[in-house]
């Protein structure tokens, strides 16, 4: 839910921060990590703020839909299969749970390193050396 009179969420697009106005009788939708990681890319995820504003008061309710701790995330593998002449999978395997544990620690930060981060984890785990989370 955003407010529909008090503007102050922006998105990243191309490199620059872009208002997103205020909408009556609107839900603005920010899609999830997840989400881009099973469309293998078709849709990414948001990267988003909310900017103070100093002529008004704003009024926002976020809410958040996450799968459980041991869920597995993965690109759907029928959209892997469709664009193979394009492209492979290209976002990693990952436990949801163990990517959490990075995104606390980098949430402010660019995203794309996240998911290289969860590509090692992959590996590492594939040769039973389990999940090793560094956000160092």
Do not use: C
Request: hydrophobic share 40%; charged share 25%.
């Amino acid at each position: 839910f955003q407010d529909d009179k008090v503007s102050g969420l922006q998105l990243l697009k191309d490199g620059e921060w872009v208002d997103v106005p205020p909408m009556r009788h609107s839900i603005v939708i920010n899609l999830g990590d997840q989400l881009e990681v099973i469309t293998n890319g078709k849709y990414k995820s948001a990267e988003h703020r909310v900017i103070a504003q100093t002529d008004g008061t704003r009024m926002s309710i976020a809410s958040f839909y996450n799968p459980g701790s041991d869920a597995v995330i993965y690109p759907a593998p029928t959209l892997v299969e469709k664009e193979a002449e394009e492209k492979n999978q290209v976002y990693p395997k990952f436990v949801f749970e163990d990517y959490m544990k990075l995104y606390a620690g980098v949430k402010f930060e660019a995203k794309e390193p996240r998911f290289e981060a969860m590509k090692a984890v992959e590996i590492k785990a594939s040769f039973g050396l389990g999940p090793v989370i560094s956000t160092a």
